[in-house]
């Protein structure tokens, strides 16, 4: 397969995981009604950042597959973690398990830390471009706690 086709394969697969749990839990976002904790963005600021931390997320990988480092453990905690990340946005608009949210979205961050330090030990470029997704699901995390201990 060629260059191209990788980071187009590679950039699509996260960006239309993400298209379609938006979609899923659109009906269900309560984020506008919720009291919410210092900082919190306006409810916009969701899909433009979710949309380029999946493209960064694909980019990432796609670096690794076109070079060839991608191996059984890499592709397994890369599709895990964005797993977990799809199913956190269920967990907490859909069925508004907010405290059970919280330890799903730490997991997620373990998860992210882990990814980087694999992609980071093939290719550092490949890790560090998972570095605003760390930050943003840490941001998220304060949020997820926020909202839980808010609106009990």
């Known amino acids: 397969m060629n260059k191209a086709k990788i980071y187009i394969k590679s950039i699509l697969i996260p960006v239309i995981v993400g298209g379609i749990v938006g979609l899923i839990t659109s009906r269900f976002i309560d984020y506008n009604s919720l009291q919410k904790p210092p900082f919190s963005p306006p409810g916009i600021a969701f899909p433009i950042v979710w949309t380029i931390l999946y493209i960064l997320m694909g980019i990432s990988y796609g670096i690794l597959k076109s070079k060839e480092q991608v191996d059984d453990e890499i592709n397994f905690i890369y599709y895990f973690q964005l797993g977990v990340n799809a199913l956190w946005s269920i967990f907490f608009f859909v069925f508004k398990w907010r405290l059970f949210s919280f330890l799903w979205i730490l997991l997620l961050a373990v ?40 609106n009990r």
């Open 111 to 150: 998860l992210v830390i882990l990814m980087i330090i694999k992609f980071y030990n093939k290719n550092k470029t490949a890790g560090l471009i998972q570095i605003p997704y760390l930050l943003w699901v840490l941001f998220a995390s304060y949020l997820n706690i926020g909202f839980y201990i808010l």
